[in-house]
C-alpha cells in the first residue's frame, strides 16, 4: 500500500523535479524557426524584438555569368525568444510557413540578421545590392 | 506516524496551486502604456485560474521578471492584465530601441584596436579595400553612427545604424571585400561627399 502511494506520489512531483522545456506561444498558422547565429546576434537579441535577414547569393544572369547580390528577403521578423545549445546561437523566429521555406533556401546561402525597432512597422521593397550600383 | 506524514504529503501536494486550477502569472502592476520601457516594480504575480489563462502568459518566476525588465510595452497594457511575450518589444541588451525607425541595427566585427576607440555615439566612415570588380580602395559610408560597441566571444563589434540598403552593401563587403577599415570622424563633422575611388591595381 505504501509502496503504492508512494509511487503516486512520484508520479505527481517528477514533472517538476525535472528542467522545464520552453514553450512558445505560436498562433495557428506560425511556425517557429530556429536559425543558428553568431553569439553577437543571438546575445544582443531580445524576444518581442524584430528583424530583417539578408542573403548574399551568386545571381546567375541571363547573358551568362553570375554576380554576387546581397537582397533582404524577409523584413519585420519576430524574434520569440534566443537560444544556446551545444556551444551554439541562435533566434526563434516566427514565420509563416512560406517564409520558412524561403528562409531554409536562403540557409545554404549566406545569411546576415539585422535588427529594427521593434514599433518600425514599414516593410516594403528594398533594392538589390550590386556591386555596380555603387559607381 | 508513517502514515500520517504520507497522507500530509499527498494533501500538502494536492492542495498546491497546480491541483487547485490556479496559476501565478506576470502581470502588470500599473497602467503601462505602449511604448513604455519595462522595470521589475511595473510588473507582479497575479493567480490566474487555469480556464482564465491566456495564451502565452509568462509564468511568475524571478527569471521571467528579469527577462520582462528593460522590454518596451508595444501597446497599451491595463493594471492586472496578464503580460505575454507577444505585448513586448526587444529592447534590454538588444539595443533595439536605440536605433531609429526606417533604420537597421548592424554588428559589423572589427578590430580590437577600432573598438577601443570607438564610443557609442561617434560617427564613422567606412573604407574597403576590395579585388572585385578590380583592385581598389572606397569609401563605402560616410557619417555611420555607432549605437554601441560590444566585445562577445573574443570578438569586437560596432552596431551600427544604417539605411536597409547600406545594410545590404555592407553584408556585401563583409563577405567579397579584403579588408573593411572604420575611420572614426570628428563628431561636429557633418559634411559628407562623393570621395574619389582610388585603384589599386597600379593605374594611379
Do not use: H
Not at chain 2, 4 to 24: Q, Y
Amino acid at each position: 500500500m505504501k509502496k503504492i502511494i508512494l509511487t503516486l506520489i512520484l508520479c505527481f512531483m517528477l514533472p517538476s523535479l525535472l528542467p522545464a522545456k520552453k514553450t512558445f506561444d505560436i498562433p495557428a498558422g506560425w511556425r517557429a524557426y530556429t536559425l543558428e547565429t553568431d553569439a553577437v546576434t543571438a546575445q544582443n537579441a531580445a524576444p518581442g524584438g524584430r528583424v530583417d535577414i539578408l542573403m548574399g547569393f551568386d545571381a546567375v544572369l541571363k547573358t551568362g555569368g553570375s554576380n554576387y547580390v546581397v537582397a533582404t528577403i524577409l523584413q519585420r521578423v519576430l524574434v520569440i525568444d534566443t537560444v544556446r545549445a551545444e556551444g551554439k546561437n541562435g533566434l526563434v523566429l516566427m514565420l509563416a510557413p512560406d517564409d520558412a521555406q524561403y528562409l531554409l533556401l536562403a540557409e545554404n546561402e549566406n545569411i546576415k540578421v539585422v535588427f529594427r525597432r521593434p514599433d518600425d512597422a514599414a516593410a516594403g521593397p528594398i533594392q538589390v545590392s550590386v556591386l555596380s550600383n555603387l559607381f | 506516524m508513517k502514515d500520517k506524514i504520507v497522507l500530509f504529503l499527498i494533501s500538502a501536494l494536492f492542495a498546491a496551486p497546480g491541483f487547485c486550477g490556479a496559476k501565478a502569472v506576470v502581470a502588470a502592476a500599473v497602467n503601462i502604456k505602449a511604448g513604455e520601457r519595462l522595470s521589475a516594480n511595473m510588473l507582479k504575480s497575479r493567480n490566474v485560474d487555469e480556464g482564465d489563462l491566456q495564451k502565452g502568459a509568462a509564468e511568475y518566476s524571478e527569471a521571467n521578471i528579469n527577462k520582462f525588465a528593460g522590454l518596451y510595452a508595444l501597446v497599451d497594457i491595463p493594471q492586472n492584465s496578464q503580460i505575454t511575450v507577444s505585448v513586448l518589444g526587444g529592447g534590454r541588451g538588444s539595443a533595439a530601441a536605440g536605433i531609429t525607425s526606417g533604420w537597421r541595427g548592424y554588428f559589423l566585427e572589427t578590430d580590437a584596436a577600432t573598438a577601443e576607440i570607438v564610443k557609442p555615439n561617434d560617427n564613422i566612415d567606412i573604407l574597403v579595400f576590395t579585388r572585385v570588380p578590380k583592385p581598389m580602395v572606397l569609401t563605402l559610408m560616410q557619417k555611420v553612427r555607432v549605437l554601441d560597441v560590444k566585445r562577445q566571444d573574443g570578438k569586437n563589434y560596432l552596431f551600427l545604424s544604417v539605411a536597409p540598403k547600406d545594410a545590404q552593401y555592407l553584408y556585401f563587403m563583409e563577405k567579397k571585400a579584403e579588408k573593411i577599415k572604420i575611420l572614426l570622424r570628428s563628431p561636429d563633422d557633418m559634411k559628407t561627399g562623393p570621395v574619389k575611388v582610388l585603384p589599386a591595381d597600379g593605374e594611379l
